[in-house]
């Protein structure tokens, strides 16, 4: 199995580098600089399978793809793992470029996804924060929406969240939904894990991980009784929590049986270097271009 990350907020080199300044892509000949913004896609070969994880915030996914020689009109699968525009608002580019593949979203998935802003602690207010207006019915010939836990393909699944009372993380993050003109906090519904079922054990993405890591992988646990996990990839939505909320929480990443940690995205710096303080090794930062060969 071999996975590329397209884009992350962190911006990289073509030979797999991270970029860190103007001379940073000339250690390998003909390397160049590959873009990074709010956002995350990865691309995964398995088995015979192209998969695309989620497209970005903008069409840059694709540029960066191009340059590491990876060509979308070949995927076979997409997947969205939740309707946040960071992920989502690249998807018109993909179904420009690509003319087949399925893409896989959450049945709870919708365009209905707002950050909840408190201003003075008197006054609310929404900012949309979803899948660009329309596209669902733009692109509905090619939107396949799942329920439960659903193998797309052989040793390919869609994990959907199990854990009880998510509103509440929902509420911590300010993070909404609205139903029927009327505003809840979000309980994650149309967010989904997507796993890989490798040699070395199960190969989990959620490119936000809004439930908590942890969460995930315990639900991938219960969901696989008879598997044991080998990596989780993705954001961990940390880089708002104070320091030791995320200390705790890379406290109970580190009790489970996780061999690699891929991070990124929406986890931040500083909160990383939390993570790599307790979690050393097994953990490393995702960057544009880095690829993973398991």
């Excluded at 069409?59 to 995927?75: C, E, I, P």
């Amino acid at each position: 199995m071999k996975v590329r990350i397209l884009i992350d907020n962190i911006a990289g080199c073509s030979d797999g580098e991270r970029f860190e300044g103007r001379s940073a892509c000339r250690a390998a000949p003909h390397a160049r600089k590959l873009f990074g913004e709010w956002g995350l896609s990865v691309y995964a070969e398995y088995e015979g399978h192209k998969v695309l994880l989620d497209t970005g915030a903008s069409h840059l996914f694709a540029k960066n793809a191009n340059v590491m020689g990876v060509d979308l009109s070949q995927v076979d699968i997409g997947v969205l793992s939740h309707a946040h525009y960071d992920h989502a608002n690249g998807m018109a580019k993909f179904f420009k470029l690509n003319a087949s593949a399925p893409f896989y979203l959450r049945k709870g998935a919708a365009e209905n996804c707002y950050h909840t802003h408190k201003l003075l602690g008197r006054f609310t207010y929404h900012e949309y924060i979803g899948i660009h207006k329309g596209w669902l019915e733009r692109f509905a010939d090619r939107i396949r929406f799942v329920e439960g836990v659903a193998e797309i393909a052989p040793g390919i699944t869609l994990v959907p969240h199990s854990t009880a009372g998510l509103e509440r993380i929902g509420e911590m993050a300010h993070l909404s939904v609205k139903e029927n003109g009327k505003y809840r906090y979000d309980s994650f519904d149309h967010e989904q894990s997507l796993v890989f079922d490798t040699p070395q054990g199960l190969f989990i993405m959620n490119s936000c991980s809004h439930a908590g890591a942890d969460n995930i992988v315990k639900e991938i646990e219960a969901a696989f009784p008879s598997k044991n996990i080998y990596a989780i990839l993705g954001g961990f939505h940390l880089f708002r929590y104070p320091d030791a909320r995320v200390r705790a929480f890379a406290e109970r990443l580190r009790e489970l049986n996780v061999q690699k940690i891929y991070t990124g995205h929406c986890t931040g710096d500083r909160a990383y270097g939390i993570l790599r303080d307790v979690l050393g090794e097994r953990t490393k930062q995702m960057h544009t271009g880095l690829t993973i060969e398991i």
